[in-house]
């Protein structure tokens, strides 16, 4: 069965302080996608990244970076240098191959960010 | 601008009495649906519809009910809301894995 843990439900940082939230998932397919979305206070779900299973390789876009490891089943996401605008609730997310119109949504994780 | 609108962003109604959510894509994506959002849930998938006239239930389609009449529009119908249907929905349309959010609708049913 396919499912995505978020077992942080909320996590408190001051500002400049790295985080990392985790993202745990199961998927019996061997061909699949990851997503990582953001949703700030407004409500709105913007879309940061999109993995496919066959590309390990970690990524960085400015302060963002992605930690995808297979062998744990873990796509990770990390902020560095946090900013009060960093604030927000993440979802990660996974589809697979066979069934790429269903997005498994993770439960969140509320990321609060303080001055 | 390439988008998915919704309307209302906000409602607020009573139990029994029935609304429509619409949800339009200036995409021309075959593929469109509609997730709610809880807390400690995330977000769950209630029914989507592969192209124009097809329709399928999603994982909570209880209370629900859609139509796809036309490729950009995808309106998701409540008979006859209760207050367990006071949610934050989101429409959404895809092409190949990527998926396209609405601004999302906070509905309060009382």
């Known amino acids: 069965a396919q499912k995505v843990t978020q077992a942080q439900t909320e996590i408190s940082v001051v500002e400049k302080e790295d985080v990392t939230l985790d993202c745990v998932y199961e998927?019996?397919?061997?061909?699949?996608?990851l997503f990582w979305y953001k949703q700030p206070p407004s409500g709105e779900l913007v879309f940061l990244i999109r993995r496919n299973s066959f590309d390990e390789q970690n990524e960085i876009s400015g302060r963002y970076s992605w930690n995808f490891q297979k062998s744990t089943s873990s796509f990770n996401f990390t902020i560095t240098a946090s900013q009060v605008v960093d604030s927000a609730v993440y979802f990660c997310a996974l589809s697979e191959a066979r069934d790429t119109d269903k997005l498994i949504f993770g439960t969140g994780t509320r990321l609060q960010v303080f001055p | 601008e390439a988008q998915v609108t919704q309307n209302p962003r906000y409602l607020i109604t009573v139990t029994g009495k029935k609304l429509t959510v619409t949800c339009s894509q200036n995409m021309n994506h075959e593929y469109m649906s509609w997730y709610r959002q809880d807390p400690g849930l995330g977000l769950r998938q209630i029914y989507y519809s592969m192209n124009v006239e097809v329709t399928d239930k999603g994982d909570v389609p209880e209370g629900y009910k859609v139509s796809r009449k036309e490729k950009r529009n995808f309106p998701l119908i409540l008979e006859s809301p209760s207050p367990n249907q006071t949610s934050l929905y989101f429409c959404a349309s895809k092409r190949f894995n990527e998926q396209f959010f609405g601004p999302g609708t906070r509905l309060t049913v009382l």
């Open positions: 998927t019996r397919d061997t061909t699949y996608y």
